[in-house]
Each structure stands twice: as structure tokens, then as C-alpha cells.
């Protein structure tokens, strides 16, 4: 088989090969899946549809709203796409069900990021909620590091992220070097400031902010007391009270919003956002902070409610997931795979180069949408794919003072 006639039917084969009894179904099944905007694009339902030949529904939303949907009504979804913070409330509310690593066909490829918390010896593991100590499920039920044959989630989408700038206005700086997250905070851009609307990911923009403008420390960033919380948030709402922040943003294409119109030119973004900027001309810049990263790992779980052929079909999405072509096709909004070297074949030597080495651009490279987001000669903010995850300073977490939080990030958020 050569590689124009494996690009065309290798996902279809293998799906087949792997899931006899779909290929032999007189009906298709169908499959629902809950998520938000980042991993529930059009082109990947459409795609999976094809090489699978199943019917499958996305309801993308908001996080929180995916969330609060998938922990209270596990009938309202199969699979749930969003991101390892999420996994402790929904574990927690058991709407979903152990996922067996013997019916994932490449468990073995993936890589040592989202199975010990470190892509290299000499990476920091990250504060908070690595995504191997929510991994593995125990014989009692328990999540941690320890290996097993189930698994809470399949690791698969990952990325870190920071803040974007609009470097036609914020002085462009120097990534590991003066990119801080303390510019967030700086007087200069006061009322041009947007933040993510999530307690748990918002939250941790704004904590590596506040300490790297020096106005408090913490004991530990990943866990912190109710104090702590306090603390944050009396700076916090300070300064929205005094205008700084124009707002919160709660999807996407929102933030791309913010900045495209001049409302804002600082906020935090995630690597999407960032690609679509850049395709609209508008020079957008995704900082490398000196003080590492906040960094997320996508999980997909699967419903309790989800049994029978509907099971089945979930498990081919699964696999479909790691099988090649969506790695690369997401590649190019930014984001990782578990398995990269999968995907590799999907891509020019030109994507993979700029988008998992490092390197500078050798041509053009399309985003997801088609657009020009990447010139030739330009570098990845942050290098390889390896330096960027070696470079993490906490992860999406929920922590113990969590329902604490969501008081106190409704506070900030209505002040």
C-alpha cells in the first residue's frame, strides 16, 4: 500500500479490522459526545463519520456547561472530550466508567507525558493535578500513577498554554526570558485585559500572575489553602474593580473576538485562538513565560450509561482518535497527540518540523481552517514539543478548596 492510497483508507481499514461487528451492522449506531469548541470541530465529525461508518453527534459548549452536563446526566453523552481538570468531578459523581487499555489498539505508543507526568528525565512535573495521578483506576477505586488495565480517560489532545499579546501594541519579548505572567498585571495595559472564564483554569492564569508581580506567594500554587484563596482574590477583585480587566471570555472563537476588535490586547488564549489571529492578519503572539507554562492534557471518558453497540462504536472513535490523521489535523491549531509519531506520516516534513521540533517554517503552513497561520521563517513560541512540556509550572486542577473557588471566581467575575 503505498502512503497516498494508506492516507486515503488507512483509518477506514483499520476501524474495520479492529471493529468486525460495526463493519457487519445493518444500522449505523450512533454516538453522542459532549465537549467544548477546541476538539469538537466539524471537520473531525465529519472525517470519523466517514472512515468509521457510524453517526456521531457533537454538542460542544462552554466548559463549565460541558461539565455540569456530564456530571449530572451521564444519558446525555457516550464520550465526554475536555480536560484532565475534569476528571476528579466526574469520577467523583461516577457518570463514567473505567475504559479498558486491552481495547485500545495504541496504548503502547502512548508516550511517557500522559502515563508518568514527565515527556523527558529533566522536565518539571508541574504543579497540581499531573494527568498519570488521575490515570489509572485501582482495585479500591482510587486514581493514581500506579499502571493498570483501566483507565479513566484516554489521553490523547495536549497542550500547554499561557497568554496571547498583540505585538503591534505589547512590545514583543523574549520567550523564557522577560515573557511573564505578570504582564497580565501591568498598569500599561489596564482595561485591555481579558481572562478565561473557568475556575479552574482562570484561576491559575491570574495565581502565576499575581506572584510573579510579587504581590504573594504561595505555599503550593496546585493545592492552595482557603486563605490563599482569600488573599488572591482580595488582589483580584481590586484591580477589576478599578477597571483593569475589560472581562472574561468563555469560548474560543469569544477571545478571538476580544482581540480582533481591539477590546483587548492581552488575555489569556488557548493555541486556536492564537492560529485564528494569526490567519486575520493580526500579529498575535502566544507567550513562553520564564515562569513555566499552565498546562492541560485532553481526556475522553466514557459515559456509565454507555453499553452495547453504542460501547462499540465508542471505542472505534477512541482508537480513531490515536489512528493518525487527527493528530496531525489538529497539529495545526496547535495542539499535541498522545502518539505523535502516528501522526507523523499525515504531515509535511514542513508542519512537523515548525510544529513538534521547533524549527523555523520552511513554507506557508495552514491552520485547521485553511488559512495562512504561519509564515516561513517563523518559530513556534517556545520551541519543540519536548522544551515546551519540560517547562511546566502547574496544571488544570481542581483542588481540594475547589467548591471554595467557584464562590469566590463568581465574586471576581460580577465585580
Known sequence: MNRRTFLKHGTAALAAAAFPKLARAKSKPTIKVVGTHVTLLEPIRQRAERDLG????????????????AS????????????????????????????????LTYWPEINNLSKTGRISDKARLGLGDAPCNLLFVQPDGTLNCTPTEEVSFLPYVHNVDSFGYNSAIVPQGVPYATESWAWLLDERWHGKVAIVNSPEIGLFDLALAVQAKGLMQFK???????????????????????GHFRGVWTSVPHSVELMASGEVVIQSMFSPGVSALNGMGIPCIYAAPKEGYRAWH??????????????????????????????????????????????????????WDYWYEGK?????????????????????????????FENIAVWNTVMDTYEYTLTKWNEFVLA
Request: hydrophobic share 35%; with cysteine.
Open 54 to 69: 457510524i453517526a456521531i453527534e457533537f454538542h460542544p459548549a462552554g466548559d463549565a456547561e460541558a461539565l455540569l452536563k
Open 72 to 103: 449530572t446526566d451521564p444519558s446525555s453523552f457516550d464520550l465526554y472530550e475536555q480536560w484532565s481538570n475534569s476528571i476528579k468531578v466526574l469520577w467523583q459523581a461516577k457518570t463514567i466508567q473505567p475504559i479498558d487499555t486491552r481495547r
Open 220 to 242: 503550593d500554587m496546585g493545592n492552595m489553602s482557603r486563605e490563599e484563596v482569600d488573599a488572591l482574590f482580595n488582589i483580584l477583585i481590586l484591580h477589576k474593580r478599578d
Open 298 to 351: 485532553g481526556v475522553m471518558c466514557l459515559s456509565k450509561e454507555c453499553v452495547g453497540e453504542r460501547q462499540e462504536a465508542a471505542y472505534a472513535f477512541m482508537n480513531w482518535w490515536l489512528s493518525g490523521w487527527p493528530g496531525a489535523f489538529i497539529a495545526r491549531q496547535g495542539y499535541y497527540i498522545s502518539n505523535p509519531q502516528r501522526s507523523r506520516p499525515f504531515m509535511s516534513k514542513a508542519e
Open 360 to 388: 523555523p517554517a520552511a513554507e506557508p503552513l495552514q491552520g485547521t481552517d485553511g488559512r495562512i497561520s504561519v509564515e516561513p521563517g517563523s518559530v513556534r513560541t517556545g520551541g519543540s514539543y519536548t522544551k515546551r
